[in-house]
């Protein structure tokens, strides 16, 4: 599948990437089939609903489509016992067609290859509180509740990153009157053959994936299954494409492809490839542990407003993008985060089932469009 030669790279000093393997394209949904991602690819079983188990276990999501109500509620409770636990877990049978996947991670590639003058044709805006378009250099660690500003954007994550959101789109959500006018500025495609379509169809397929995860958390928090959906009907999701370059001279001490943080949002869906320096999460220990790219599974979080929204019963955990040890430092790498945001006006506040006499709501109501604009000042600056 994926093969590197560690040998030679160093002295070439040229960027590597993971190409696809032979006969991706082919359009068929396999549980096999990989697109640059590494790694044991898993076997979904009739019978079990947590194919491998640990602190991000993988969790087969195909019960919860074909194994009516009983199904959903075992899928629902597995999901809920890690949600409790780690906060992070990686889904197969998840119903993404590989296609849509594969179109969109080409896309990818094509818009990071751009020469840097192009990308920035294509800057965000200063004004975006989204930061859609080619994002300007910022410090995911700086949007920590405990962080030193300063200090952290002084150490800027060395990534580069694409976002688009459906506040950009022509048919894009309503606002209400007094959010800022900015939010619905357009989204800035590149010239680039079939990206924007691919974009969208990998966009569409995480609105689907994200609203029915929604509806199996509403289980596993024993609300009514249709709880979150007025909530997210009008969601307002960033998605991000993150690239990580080649690092042909050892970066600056402190510096990391992308510093430690918890996500801000609900939940995240993470596409990740699995080229070396990659996804790690902090585990009780306080133990980093990676996160390896599984064939055919996302990776899914919970975010900070999740955490907030069920009284901390769920965790957000802290993680990080490692830098490549310097035998494979010519290795790029990819990710696509889509990091489902509630609708704007949504009020985020404790839900019902997760507090009582004893643990009453330690936060008070908040929108979630208030909550992640500040997230991104935060970080950007903006
Ligand atoms: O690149 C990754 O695997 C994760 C990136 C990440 O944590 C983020 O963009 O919030
Ligand atoms: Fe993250």
Not at 49 to 70: F, H, K, N, Q, R
Not at 95 to 103: F, L
Not at 159 to 164: A, D, N, P
Not at 170 to 197: Q, V, Y
């Amino acid at each position: 599948m994926v093969t590197l030669d560690t040998t030679s790279q160093m002295g070439s000093r040229k960027a590597r990437h993971y190409a696809f393997p032979q006969g991706h394209s082919s359009g068929k949904d396999t549980m096999n089939a990989s697109h640059g991602t590494s790694g044991t690819a898993v076997q979904p079983t009739a019978d079990k609903v947590t194919l491998i188990d640990g602190y991000v276990p993988v969790i087969d999501l195909s019960s919860a489509w074909t194994g009516g109500p009983e199904g959903r509620r075992a899928v629902g409770r597995a999901l809920g016992e890690v949600c409790e636990h780690s906060g992070f877990l990686a889904v197969a049978g998840h119903g993404v067609s590989e296609t849509v996947i594969a179109e969109m991670y080409r896309a990818t590639q094509e818009f990071f290859a751009l020469p840097l003058s192009e990308k920035k044709r294509l800057l965000a805006d200063p004004d975006d509180p989204l930061m859609r378009g080619f994002g300007r250099p910022g410090s995911l660690a700086a949007s920590n509740a405990d962080a030193s500003l300063d200090r952290e954007r002084a150490l800027p994550d060395i990534s580069e990153t694409y976002t688009i959101n459906k506040l950009g789109e022509p048919a894009s959500p309503g606002l209400p009157s007094d959010a800022d006018p900015h939010l619905k500025l357009p989204n800035k495609w590149p010239e680039l053959p079939r990206f924007a379509e691919a974009y969208r169809a990998y966009y569409a397929a995480m609105e689907n994936l994200a609203r029915e995860i929604m509806r199996l958390f509403a289980l596993a928090l024993d609300l009514p299954e249709s709880w979150f959906d007025d909530k997210i009907d009008e969601h307002m999701t960033n998605m991000t494409a993150n690239y990580y370059p080649a690092q042909p001279d050892p970066p600056e001490p402190g510096r990391a492809r992308k510093g430690h943080h918890s996500d801000w949002g609900c939940l995240t869906i993470l596409y990740q490839d699995g080229a070396p320096g990659g996804l790690q999460v902090l585990d009780k220990a306080e133990r980093w542990v990676e996160v390896p790219a599984i064939a055919s599974t996302f990776v899914i979080n919970i975010g900070d407003l999740m955490a907030r929204w069920t009284n901390d019963r769920w965790v957000s955990t802290v993680h990080r993008v490692v830098n490549p040890p310097r035998a494979v430092a010519m290795c790029e790498r990819y990710s696509v985060p889509f990091f489902y945001q509630p609708n704007y006006g949504a009020v985020i506040e404790c839900i019902p089932t997760c507090t009582d006499p004893g643990n009453p709501p330690k936060y008070g109501p908040i929108t979630s469009g208030a909550y992640i604009m500040d997230k991104f000042r935060r970080a950007y600056g903006n």
